[in-house]
Every structure is written in C-alpha cells, then in structure tokens.
C-alpha cells in the first residue's frame, strides 16, 4: 500500500536547523509531488511547499523562503525539508503528504505521513 | 482577511447532518477553485476526504463514505463539506484547503463535535 515513513522526533536550540526525511513506498516516488505541511500545538495546518521528485524542481511558500530547502534521493525513495535558523515558533509537528500526479497542476495531499514533532527549545 | 475562514466549532446530535463551512476572502470567486477538505482526529495525520468543484467535478476520497459530500453557496462565496447520519466517530476537526496563486491554503479548521 502506499506509505510515507517520517523520521523521528528532534529537539533543537533556537538558531539550529533540522533535517526531516520521508519515505515513500506502495508507488513510483518520481511520479508525484511531495508536499510539506506542518502544525504547531493546537494549531492549524500550514503548508510549506512541495519538490517534484522527478525535476529536482521546488516551490517554497512565501514564508519560509530563504529558510527552507526540499530535496530528495529517488535512489530510495526518500524527500527531505531542512528548516534553517531555527526560532521557538518553529516547534510544531511535520508532515509530508504526497501530492498530485507529476504535470497534473493541482490536487489533493493523500496520503500523509505521520507526522514529525520538532520542538525548538533553549 | 485570511484567504479561507472556517467556523472554530460545530456541535450536532448524532444522527443528524453538519454543515461545515469555508468562506473565501472577498475577491476570491469560490466558483473558479476545487476545494479540498480533510479530516483530522487527535493524534492522526490529517486524511483526505473529498475534493468539490462542482456538481460535474468532484472526487470522493478512496473509502470515504457518501454520507459526506462536497457543495457550494455561491451567494456566501463559500465551500461546504456536508455529513448526513452524524456518527461518533465523526468527531474530529475539518480542514479546507485550495490551491491560490501557486501556492496551498488551508482553512483555519473546525472542531466537530458529535453529542
């Protein structure tokens, strides 16, 4: 079935960054955008931007521009987001979703990964 | 204004329908964007439920019952996620989402709660 894999918890200090990895099984990795969303405790969704795994090619939301990179490994399968320069309101769970077909412009997040908490803390 | 604003929570009687609604910002013509909505129990990654363009282009999530279904009011500019025959396990918080200008937008979330 299809499956995202997400590492695991992470503590941080204001200022670090964090590495975030999601694997994907169950279908063809360079067929489907990968997304990144996160939420902060009690918060709502926040989307991050996606790769598409086939081009290398990424597109950041405008928030964390600067501070985001997303890249992958299609040898195994496996997207990354590193969030730099690292502040408090950082701390929130991270999720990668798999997005829509390669070429299809828009479409749902399904399915999702587990979630990775990062917590930013001194 | 947010780009897309839900109601922070819902209450309804189990057997009954809910109505969830997301408003689009003024300017933002609700006719011309699919809406998204997902669906998130505490502890859980959000799931996928359906997607509502119109009454010709809509897409049910793999396994997602028909009890909830996708529509919109034009006059409120709003996307609405319906769920007929309100079970417990309904509980949960809902979330919409479109895709603007490049980029993805997700509503702030409603809590359902079913009592």
């Known amino acids: 079935q299809v499956q995202l894999v997400q590492s695991g918890t992470e503590v941080k200090k204001p200022g670090a960054s964090v590495k975030v990895s999601c694997k994907a099984s169950g279908y063809t990795f360079t067929g489907y955008y990968m997304h990144w969303v996160r939420q902060a405790p009690g918060q709502g969704l926040e989307w991050m931007g996606w790769i598409n795994p086939k081009s290398d090619a990424t597109n950041y939301a405008q928030k964390f521009q600067g501070r985001v990179t997303m890249t992958r490994d299609t040898s195994i399968g496996t997207a990354y987001m590193e969030l730099n320069t690292l502040r408090s309101d950082d701390t929130a769970v991270y999720y990668c979703a798999r997005g829509p077909m390669i070429r299809t412009p828009v479409g749902w997040f399904d399915p999702w990964g587990q979630g990775t908490l990062v917590t930013v803390s001194s | 204004q947010a780009v897309l604003t839900q109601p922070a929570s819902l209450s309804a009687s189990p057997g009954a329908s809910a109505s969830l609604t997301c408003t689009l910002r003024?300017?933002?013509?609700?006719?011309?964007?699919?809406i998204y909505w997902y669906q998130q129990k505490p502890g859980s990654p959000p799931q996928y439920l359906l997607t509502?363009?119109?009454?010709?282009?809509?897409?049910?999530g793999s396994g997602v019952p028909s009890r909830f279904s996708g529509s919109k009011d034009a006059s409120a500019n709003a996307g609405i996620l319906l769920i007929s025959g309100l079970q417990s396990e309904d509980e949960a918080d809902y979330y919409c989402m479109i895709w603007h200008s490049s980029a993805v937008v997700f509503g702030g979330g409603t809590k359902l709660t079913v009592l």
């Open positions: 509502y363009k119109s009454d010709s282009d809509k897409q049910q």
């Open positions: 003024s300017g933002i013509n609700v006719d011309t964007y699919g």
